[in-house]
């Protein structure tokens, strides 16, 4: 079974400022993908990020990028120029390569405050 | 279109009570997933279609019943709850359903808040 760990239950940052969220992760599979889904207060789960196993390059979306490191089994999140729409919760996920369906494993979440 | 959209956005039932969640999507998406989400903790899987067929039960009760009449709607029927029911019931879409696809990802909609009294 794969397990989701992100040991930051709730961090901080100024806005402008640059923040880093970890999340690693345990499984035998070597074909999978990783996620960054972010929770604003209004409940909607909404896709921040997504990074494919078999690339060794890191993803970006605008002011989001990821750090991936396979062998140490870490995702972490960096959040740049931060804004206060970025206030949220954030869940690291995990998705198996498998044939019969998706199967998306969340980590425990990191609350995130972005302040003035 | 990228919504995938769930009504009602708020129920409160009764132990006694049946009721039904919805949720729609339009993207052509042929898998559709049922999370319950208590406050402050991660999604749960409940429920895999794909392609109109369930493919992953993740031992619900029974007293949640998950139907989908074709590859845009999902239904999940609810009946004789418990109080430790309440939660966020989160409804999700992806293109396949299996991961061997490209660019698998699930887009969520923004919930029923369920309240059973």
């Known amino acids: 079974a794969q397990t989701v760990t992100q040991s930051q239950p709730e961090m901080s940052v100024q806005e402008a400022e640059t923040v880093t969220l970890s999340c690693t992760y345990d499984?035998?599979?070597?074909?999978?993908?990783l996620f960054w889904y972010k929770q604003p207060p209004s409940r909607q789960m909404i896709l921040v990020i997504r990074?494919?196993?078999?690339?060794?390059q890191n993803a970006t979306e605008n002011r989001f990028s990821v750090n991936f490191q396979k062998a140490a089994k870490s995702f972490s999140l960096k959040i740049s120029d931060s804004q206060l729409g970025d206030t949220a919760m954030y869940f690291c996920?995990?998705?198996?390569?498998?044939?019969?369906?998706?199967?998306?494993?969340f980590g425990t979440g990191t609350r995130l405050q972005v302040t003035l | 279109d990228t919504e995938v959209t769930q009504t009602p956005k708020h129920l409160v039932m009764g132990m006694t009570n049946k009721k039904s969640l919805k949720c729609e999507q339009h993207?052509?998406?042929?898998?559709m997933y049922w999370y319950k989400q208590k406050a402050k903790k991660p999604p749960e899987l409940m429920f895999v279609?794909?392609?109109?067929?369930?493919?992953i039960n993740e031992s619900v009760p029974s007293r949640f019943s998950p139907e989908c009449p074709n590859s845009s709607l999902l239904n999940l029927h609810l009946h004789a709850l418990q109080p430790e029911d309440s939660a966020l019931y989160l409804c999700?879409?992806?293109?396949?359903?299996?991961?061997?696809?490209?660019?698998?990802?699930?887009?969520f909609g923004s919930g029923t808040q369920l309240s059973v009294l």
């Open positions: 993207m052509g998406h042929r898998a």
């Open positions: 996920a995990f998705m198996k390569v498998a044939g019969t369906a998706s199967k998306l494993t």
């Open positions: 990074q494919e196993a078999y690339k060794q």
């Open positions: 999700a879409s992806s293109q396949s359903g299996t991961v061997t696809t490209t660019n698998e990802k699930l887009f």
């Open positions: 279609y794909s392609y109109e067929k369930l493919s």
């Open positions: 499984t035998s599979e070597n074909n999978y993908y």
